[in-house]
Each structure stands twice: as C-alpha cells, then as structure tokens.
C-alpha cells in the first residue's frame, strides 16, 4: 500500500528536487516534510495492521482535495481507511502551507475529541484564541471527510511559534524532552513518539530571534 | 535533525523511485507523471550527483561543529587534544622523539587549568615562554567556529544516518575523520624563531669538519686479542684472491676467516676490516670545496604568498605519500582547539604550539620549474591535523573524495573568479570537476598558468571561496602554503661568477634569484610575509691522483654534532661499517633560538652511486628477495657493474645546514674560506 501512495512522483519526485535545494539556512521545504511525515505514517500504519492508529496524518495535496470538496474515494485509499465502516476519532496532523493567515509554514493538531486546535509555526506569542474562519473551514472539512460531525462545535486554539534553532549552536544540548507546553500538553502527550517529538525546553540560552523562554519543536522524520 | 531530514528523504527518493519504476504501469491512471529530468536523475542514481554528497558533507559538519550537546560531553577534551597532537612522533616522522615543541599559552593560563594536563605542565617548564598577544588579533582567522571537541569516534545512528536502508553507507567514512578539529592560525604562524638577529658563532656553525679527528676511536674491537687478524680494505680484498667465487673467496667473505683453513693447534683467524689502515691524508690543495643552495623551504599564508608565475593545479593527484611524509625541521605555530567555553570566547587563552609541518595534512596547490629547478607549492590544511586512530600516525595524505571536494569547490572556483573580468580565459577554464573529466574522458591532470598579478587575486578568490561555505568547506580554513625546492644543487652550483674558481667556489645568491624566476624573492626573503629556510651544502671532493672514497668519521661527526648544538639525530651507517656513515639531526630549541639553525645533515657521497630518490626501497622488495626472483638477481647484477664501475671513481663527503634564509645567505660569500679545512686545522691535511 505504502508503495501504491509514495510511488507517485508527486511525492518523490517533487522531494528529490526540492532536495537539491536543501540548505542548512533556511527552512526544510514543504513538500520534503509532508513526503516524510506521510512516509513515517504510512510505514507506521503498515507495522499497526488492523490496529487502530493514534492519530492520522493528511498529506497536503489530500487536504487541498478533501478542502475542495472532492468525494474521490482513492482519499480514503491514500490514507488506509476504510471505505465503510466508522472511524473513530483520533488527532489529524496537517501539513499547511500558504493557506493560512501566517506566513511561515504551520504543523496543525485537530483534536476533535477535546475541540482543541493546536498551531504550531506563527511567530506571534503563545496564546489562546477562538479559530479563525480557514482554520474552522479546515476543521468542518475534515471533520466531515472522517465521517465525524463537527458543524456545531467550538474549537479553541493554542499558538506556538516556531523556534529556528542553529544547527551548532551552544544551545543545541539545552533542548530536553520534557513536555512543557502550557496549555498544550494534554493535546501532544498521547501523540505517537514516532510522528512528532516535541522537545520543548523552557528558558535555556538564547534563540536566534532573541526571545530565551520559548519552546522548540523538531519534527523527526521515522 | 537536518541531516536526519536529508537522508531519510534522499532513502525514501531512492526507494519509491523504485516502486515507481515496477508499478508505475499499474498505477499510472492515478500517479502523475514523472519529468524526463526526476526519470534521468532517477536512472543516474541520487547519490551520483556531487551536490547531494556535498550536502551531506556539509550537514554532518553542521553536526560535528555543535560544541555543547548533551551527546558530546566537553569534559573529556583537554586532554585528547594533547595526548593526539603533542606527544609521540608518528611513523611519518623520524625516530628523534626529543623534539620539545613549545606550548605556550597566549595569555598566562590559570594555574588549574595547566594542571589539569602533565604534558603542557613538563613543557611549559622547559619553555615558559608566553608568546605576545600584540601579534594575536581576533581577525586574524575564525576562531570562534572551533569546534571544543576532538572526536574521532565515529559517529553513532544518534549523530548521523551513516547507513541506507540497502545496508550501503551513505557518505564515506572520510567524511566523519577529514573535518575541523578545531585548530587555528594567528598572524605569525609561520614564524617560529626570533625576529631578533642571531648572534651566531661562525666557526662553530659553519665548521662541523673541525677539530676532533678522533681516529683513534674508531680502532675495531678485539684487534689485539690474537684470535683476531686486522686488515685493511685493500688487504682484505687481497685475503680473498682476484677469482669471485672461489672457496678462499667465501671463506673470507662469507665465513669472515682467513683464506687458508686452520689446524686444530693454529686455528684461521677471524678477519677485521680496519678501514683506517687505508687512509690517506690529503694535502688541503688537494681538496676542492663546492658551496651550494641544496633546497629551500618557504612558509606563508594565503595573503602573502606570491610568485612571478606558476602551475595551479586544477585537479586531484594520485600520489601515494604526502609529499611532506617525513620531518623537515620546520614547524608553524598553530592555535590549539578550545578545551572549554572560556577558551572559546576567549581565543587570547587557548593554547598555541609549534607543530611539525610533516604533521599536517596537505596537498599540492602547484609548482614552477621543471627538473633541478622545480618548485612545488603546497597548500597545507592544519584545521584537520588529526591521528589515524588505527596506527597512531598522524595521516596527512587527503583522501581522493576530499581532494575532489578541495578542487572542485575552491580551486576551481576561484579560478575563475579571477579571472571573471578578464575576456578570453571564461572557455577555457572548467566550471567543475566533472566537466574536465567529462571532457577529457579520463581523469588526466591538468594545470594552468597563473602569472602577477592574478596570484594575489587567486589567492583572495580562495580565501574567499571558503569563508563563504563555512558548512562546506571549514575543514580548508586556516591553510597555509608551503614553496618546496629539493634538489637544487646541480641548479645553483652553476650559479657562479665568471672568473671564480671552478675548483672551489661558493654559489653567488644573485645569480640563484635569476635562475629561478618564478619566484618572488624579496617577498620570501621578508620575514614579515614569510619564513624562509635554507639549505647549504658544503661538499668535499678529492682531487687526489687516484681515486678516494670519503667517509666520514662517526665519532668526529658526533662530536662535531654536539659542539653545534644538536640534538641526537639519527646516525646512517655506511653499509654495516660501524664507525663510518652520516648523522641527521635537528639543533636543540635554544641552540635554534640562538644561531636560527635547525637543523644539519652530513652524509657520504658514495651513497650517491645508488642513490635512487623517490623510491621507498632499494634493490628490491623483500618478497623478491626471498624468492630470489629475476628482478632480484637482476638488480644484484645491476648494482656488482655499479660498484665496479665506481672502483674508478672519487666520492666526497657533503654536510647540508639548515637555517632561515638571513642567517645562510650571510655566509653564503664567504663560506669556501670558513670551512677550508686548512684554516680549521691549521695544517694541510684533511683528516675527517
């Protein structure tokens, strides 16, 4: 199945050649994150077999169809689920681009069993605020894609920003595993370790941008 | 994380590019379509290309320059740095272990910090001279991208993904040992003897031939034991017979018996070889004295360095040795790596030391001249002086994919960055590496002529070149460069004046400069730019009416050795004789200070009959030997018709002295004088 989906061009291909663009200062290009995160998943998903998973990731050319509306049932197929049975509600991990209001890139959390959104990659501080209106549009979307309703429901959102951190710079050892997001924790801890590592540290030395109490985030691919 | 990202994508590119390839038929109604350019690279393999291993390179240097992570302890470093770099001599250096290199710190170090490493303790005791921190500035090179580490471990699947899912290592192991280990220059690395001129004892210095004819230590042992028979080299050769091959013949040879066999009451006696029996004192206008320029040896940085014209190499050279494979004497004074944090916000407090040129890794940049006249530039990278840590030696020999990453990534580049605002030159400079392989369908070498001004522009383009890829390209920070002249004295013996006697005479230095060109000398000869060294070669030839060998004496040469000031050294024996040969040695560090002599080397001509440079064994290889092969045989038969052919002729003796280019040139003129052996012995006779 994994080979059915990564086969596509539109994943490797567009990674190899965005792979030769890869450099150490500036960000890891989209597509090379989204490539590996559905990677991670789906061999993930492979090793599971008829277990539930904990999460779901959607890739992003599966969002921008499943946003449009699109019914296509190959969706389903891309992401093992089944076509007629229910599916339970778990946390879906989204990959957006420049569909949101922020100019960087944004590491979505939906999830539907607490109403909680989880937003990470804005450079504004760490606060709570009710969903603007593309984050709702994504969330019915997706809530309605998955078969779960969620038209009527409120969805409070928690922002983090990113942190870029300098390879080789002192404070590289200062990042620990211990999850210190405030408000954010109950919404990560039961994530899978193998998807997204949160390695949040909480006031060691300094960041490339000034600020020195802010989280950082890493996403590992497998 | 990145080269985690990097490598996870470029496996994952590599393995559904292959199930695109087997289901692309199948799927092909739902996949996208592949370009023709993603197909070829695809066909061509991911990791062909140069720039994605270049990538990798540069992502692992990344990781290897992270200082403090948790999963690299500092506490560990002081003491690998010193232990890898300070202490025993490796097989690509000589046997003399009494080097005493100077460790210093630039500022006077906290005495706990010393403590915690005996081996800066016994040296700074030796040598508890601070260098001065006027000649420190901060811009002088990057120290602050040191990295604190010293690691040669490999690197664990915590560090870097060194494998790929097929099993097949992803970048070579070279990658993980060829890296910035942290050392730096400071302004005046190449200067490691004292501004201040040298009060020197001329005698002293230019006369090792001098006052200690100890023949009579050199009597053989046992001589008078009545079991013993003493013979000359010519009675010797008589003992045996004139027929090769006879039993008398072995007898005397092989068995080292008289040619007669004995009785049970008047046993043959053991033959010894008194070579002092043959010798003949000659009368001092009997001895001509040749003065020569043998080599030179010239010490700069990037900035500095310039030449009238050259031959840059553009591509990588497949030698076998590092061209500096044994010790020179010279040594540059490197900026050891930080032990701390202090240290490395605090450059002024790390430690420097002076560090054998034969130490560091280095490779040809190009060179000028051919045969006697040939000089070769080399471009030396103290950044990534590091042990083998299999064998200890500390490996200096750049592996081909780091040569490759050096020409194509800086040379190649600042190639044509000089010449960018020049017309013509753009076409017929290679843009890459591949280029000039692909063109030339093999991996010939090729050079290019660079001329003034444009060095001084190269030279920029280089600096430039790596200051701009740090990630890339830090390992080739801090490079220095090396002009190299071996051999020069059939060149600069020619160098003399017309009506200066053809007998014994003394190269003229002007006439040297002409000879050679292609160099700048003021500039080598300006000890501000540079540190240029030396050799003088004095030699003896006999003129006597038959033919003599010249031997020198052990002890009189050790003795002479000790007076000057040097340090053991390593003693060559002439064949097996036990009191004949040539001694090598370097002076002693306060010696050195003193007179800015390094070191000295005298050596029998007749050496020069078989004398073979370049070549690492002699005859044969010893497989050959055991086998008694053909080439074996062959090469004995070779070497019998050059003996016999060098039975007619006469072989001096030769001492080479090494020092800075102030000092040897000062008595260069009048050198013929200084060491005619009638104004050292006082009398006509030569008796070393």
Redesign the interface.
């Known amino acids: 199945m994994t080979?059915?989906v990564?086969?596509?061009?539109?994943?490797?291909?567009r990674?190899?050649?965005r792979?030769?663009e890869?450099k150490?200062t500036s960000l890891?290009d989209l597509s090379?994150?989204d490539?590996?995160l559905l990677?991670n998943w789906l061999e993930h998903r492979e090793t599971l077999r008829s277990a539930s998973p904990y999460c779901y990731y959607i890739d992003m050319r599966t969002l921008e169809n499943i946003v449009k509306g699109s019914s296509e049932n190959?969706l389903k197929t891309n992401l093992s689920l089944s076509e007629c049975s229910k599916i339970s509600k778990k946390p879906v991990i989204l990959l957006l681009g420049s569909c949101t209001d922020y100019e960087t890139p944004i590491l979505l959390v939906l999830n539907y069993d607490e109403g909680k959104a989880l937003l990470l990659g804005t450079h504004e501080e760490t606060q709570r605020f009710d969903a603007p209106k593309w984050l709702h549009d994504i969330w019915t979307a997706v809530g309605h894609f998955f078969g779960w309703d969620c038209s009527n429901s409120s969805v409070s959102t928690i922002i983090l920003r990113w942190i870029p951190v300098r390879?080789?710079?002192?404070q590289?050892?200062k990042v620990k595993a211990n999850i210190n997001l405030r408000g954010g924790q109950n919404l990560l801890k039961k994530q899978p370790r193998w998807l997204i590592r949160c390695l949040l540290g909480s006031g060691h030395g300094r960041t490339m941008d000034g600020g020195n109490r802010s989280p950082r985030i890493?996403i590992?691919?497998? | 994380?990145?080269q985690?990202?990097?490598l996870?994508?470029?496996d994952?590119?590599k393995t559904?590019?292959q199930?695109?390839k087997?289901?692309?038929k199948e799927?092909n109604s739902?996949?996208?379509?592949?370009?023709q350019r993603?197909m070829d690279?695809l066909e061509i393999g991911?990791m062909d290309?140069s720039?994605?291993r270049y990538?990798l390179v540069?992502?692992s240097n990344?990781?290897n320059?992270?200082?403090?992570?948790?999963?690299?302890s500092v506490n560990d470093t002081p003491n690998h740095i010193m232990e890898d770099t300070d202490t025993s001599d490796g097989a690509q250096t000589d046997s003399d272990s009494e080097q005493g290199e100077t460790v210093v710190f630039l500022q006077k170090k906290p005495a706990s910090k010393s403590q915690d490493n005996p081996i800066i303790n016994s040296e700074s005791e030796q040598l508890p001279q601070v260098l001065d921190v006027r000649d420190f500035h901060i811009q002088d090179d990057d120290y602050f991208s040191a990295p604190i580490q010293f690691q040669n471990m490999p690197p664990t699947d915590r560090d870097i993904w060194v494998f790929g899912r097929d099993g097949v290592q992803v970048l070579p192991d070279c990658w993980t040992f060829w890296r910035d280990q942290g050392f730096r220059m400071h302004s005046t690395s190449f200067r490691t003897l004292p501004l201040e001129d040298s009060e020197i004892n001329a005698d002293v210095c230019l006369n090792p031939f001098n006052i200690f004819p100890l023949k009579d230590k050199c009597k053989p042992l046992n001589s008078t034991d009545g079991r013993s028979l003493v013979l000359s080299a010519r009675s010797f050769l008589d003992e045996a017979g004139p027929l090769p091959g006879t039993k008398e013949s072995k007898r005397v040879f092989l068995s080292g018996k008289e040619r007669e066999k004995g009785t049970l009451q008047n046993p043959a006696k053991y033959l010894i070889l008194d070579l002092e029996k043959d010798h003949i004192s000659l009368p001092t206008v009997e001895i001509d004295v040749s003065v020569d320029l043998d080599s030179l040896i010239w010490v700069t940085n990037l900035k500095n360095f310039k030449a009238r014209s050259f031959e840059l190499c553009l591509t990588p050279s497949w030698e076998k040795n590092a061209a500096f494979s044994t010790h020179n004497f010279v040594y540059i004074n490197l900026v050891f790596p930080p032990r701390d944090?202090q240290e490395l916000n605090e450059p002024k407090s790390r430690l420097v030391q002076d560090v054998r040129l034969s130490r560091i890794p280095h490779l040809r940049l190009g060179f000028c001249g051919e045969g006697e006249r040939r000089i070769n530039f080399y471009v030396f990278f103290p950044r990534m002086m590091r042990k083998n840590q299999k064998n200890g030696r500390y490996a200096t020999l750049l592996p081909l994919p780091v040569q490759e990453l050096w020409f194509d990534n800086v040379v190649i580049p600042s190639c044509n960055r000089a010449f960018v605002h020049v017309a013509g030159f753009s076409e017929y400079i290679p843009p890459t590496l591949a280029e000039h392989h692909n063109r030339c369908g093999d991996k010939r070498p090729k050079n290019m002529l660079i001329c003034e001004p444009t060095t001084e522009n190269l030279m920029n383009a280089i600096q430039l070149s790596i200051d701009r890829n740090p990630?890339l390209l830090s390992c080739f920070g801090s490079c220095f460069i090396v002009a190299d002249g071996r051999g020069m004295k059939l060149a600069t013996k020619q160098c003399v004046p017309e009506g200066t006697s053809k007998r014994s005479y003394s190269t003229d230095f002007k006439l040297v400069q002409d000879r050679f060109p292609d160099l700048c000398w003021d500039q080598m000869l300006n000890r501000d730019k540079g540190e240029l060294y030396l050799d003088m070669g004095v030699s003896f030839h006999s003129r006597y009416k038959d033919p003599l060998v010249g031997l020198w004496r052990l002890p009189s040469l050790r003795e002479s050795f000790d007076s000057m000031g040097a340090k053991k050294g390593i003693v060559h024996h002439l064949t097996t004789l036990g009191y004949y040969g040539g001694i090598k040695a370097e002076m002693q560090l306060k010696r050195k200070e003193e007179t800015h002599l390094v070191s000295r080397i005298s050596y029998c001509l007749a050496f020069e009959l078989v004398r073979n440079p370049g070549h690492a064994e002699y005859l044969c290889g010893d497989k050959e030997v055991i086998n008694r092969s053909k080439r074996f045989i062959g090469a004995c038969r070779n070497w019998r018709e050059l003996f016999l052919s060098g039975s007619t002729r006469s072989f001096g003796v030769r001492d080479e002295i090494r020092g800075l280019a102030q000092i040897i040139l000062n008595h260069l003129p009048n050198a013929v004088e200084q060491v005619s052996p009638k104004d050292i012995l006082g009398k006509d006779s030569c008796n070393c």
């Open positions: 080979d059915r990564l086969g596509d061009p539109w994943f490797w291909g990674a190899w050649e792979l030769s890869f150490t890891v090379i994150l490539f590996n990677a190959f390879i080789g710079s002192p590289c050892n890493f590992v691919p497998g | 994380m990145l985690q990202i990097f996870k994508t470029l994952r590119c559904y590019g199930s695109w087997l289901l692309r799927c739902r996949w996208t379509g592949a370009s993603i690279d991911f290309f720039r994605v990538s540069e992502l990344y990781l320059s992270c200082r403090t992570c948790e999963m690299h944090e990630g």
